[in-house]
């Protein structure tokens, strides 16, 4: 039998560790708390099952270090990034680097439990799935006008609404606009999801040209 998956919880502050214990054993999960990257890594299995949800910002070795560390000695376990506020750059770079999906302070329990229900399934697969079909990606995405696309890029790469409307010299309504349509179209229903659909898009294998 498989040993049962662990929902690994990598903060550096106690409440939060002590909440996210208490609402992940209350339904039901196995959950291990740890305060710092080091210590999660010293008590890390060789061949750990389940998932880890890692705050971004901690003393010494940050989230996105601890991920590139895991990388390095190639556990393969999935990630989900907790971060704050003003940490959406840093959470999309995280995703880029393999992360599952992030999280921003402060979210709500349902949106926990899709998270680590979905790192969870990713987890447990042979070797990681694609969860978007290419094509029709690729035809979500051709709905997109010039300037949604440019918002788009700005809003994937972690900008706010503020500074995407410097950037293009637009109303800070209009980039709203143009944002909320984005998701509209892409089909995307949040941010991290909209920046996983142009990872994904951008890691999949071109289909083959028609041979007939």
Request: net charge neutral.
């Amino acid at each position: 039998m498989s040993p049962e998956p662990i929902v690994y919880i990598v903060d550096d502050d106690e409440s939060v560790r002590l909440g996210l214990g208490a609402l992940l054993v209350a339904k039901g999960y196995a959950a291990l708390a740890f305060p710092s990257a080091e210590a999660f890594l010293a008590a890390l299995p060789e061949r750990p099952t389940g998932c880890a949800l890692v705050d971004i910002r901690m003393p010494r070795m940050s989230g996105l270090e601890l991920q590139s560390e895991l990388k390095r000695r190639g556990v393969r376990l999935p990630i989900v990034i907790v971060t704050g506020h003003g940490d959406v750059p840093v959470a999309v770079a995280a995703l880029k680097a393999g992360a599952v999906d992030f999280l921003e302070k402060p979210f709500d329990g349902e949106a926990l439990l899709a998270a680590i229900a979905e790192a969870l399934r990713i987890g447990a697969l042979p070797q990681v799935e694609l969860p978007f079909e290419r094509g029709a990606v690729e035809s979500r995405f051709a709905q997109l006008s010039q300037r949604e696309r440019e918002v788009m890029d700005l809003v994937v790469a972690g900008q706010p609404n503020k500074v995407i409307a410097h950037r293009l010299k637009i109303a800070l309504r209009t980039v709203e606009i143009h944002r909320a349509r984005v998701m509209e179209k892409t089909g995307a229903r949040s941010l991290s999801e909209l920046v996983r659909m142009t990872i994904w898009l951008s890691l999949a294998e071109p289909r083959p040209p028609d041979s007939g």
